[in-house]
């Protein structure tokens, strides 16, 4: 079955930086798009990122552009997101997303940026 399971969340200062890993099995990792989502606290869930089946393609939510970076590794079927200067407001519940017709998310990695 479909799995995707998040990893690398954690707390750091503003201006710190995290990488976010999204190894998933049970399907054709190479031949899908995937995106990465967040949901913080009180709020409803965001788009963050997406990369293309190559990625060649990424796309970003203009409250993260210039500051992180979404890529993919097919041979090791995982995705990952680099997130550099975090700020208080990149505080929320990270999740892997891959789009499949149903669409498929990880448990989620918890991301607190905070002093």
């Known amino acids: 079955q479909v799995q995707l399971v998040e990893s690398g969340g954690g707390s750091v200062e503003p201006g710190g930086s995290l990488r976010l890993s999204c190894a998933a099995s049970?399907?054709?990792?190479?031949?899908?798009?995937m995106r990465w989502y967040r949901q913080a606290p009180g709020k409803e869930r965001e788009f963050v990122a997406r990369?293309?089946?190559?990625?060649?393609?990424?796309s970003y939510a203009d409250s993260v552009k210039g500051r992180f970076t979404i890529s993919r590794d097919n041979a090791k079927n995982t995705m990952y997101l680099q997130m550099n200067s975090l700020k208080p407001e990149d505080t929320a519940v990270y999740y892997c997303?891959?789009?499949?017709?149903?669409?498929?998310w990880g448990q989620g990695t918890q991301v607190t940026v905070s002093s």
């Open positions: 049970g399907f054709t990792f190479s031949r899908n798009v």
């Open positions: 990369i293309s089946t190559s990625g060649g393609i990424t």
């Open positions: 997303n891959a789009p499949m017709g149903p669409d498929y």
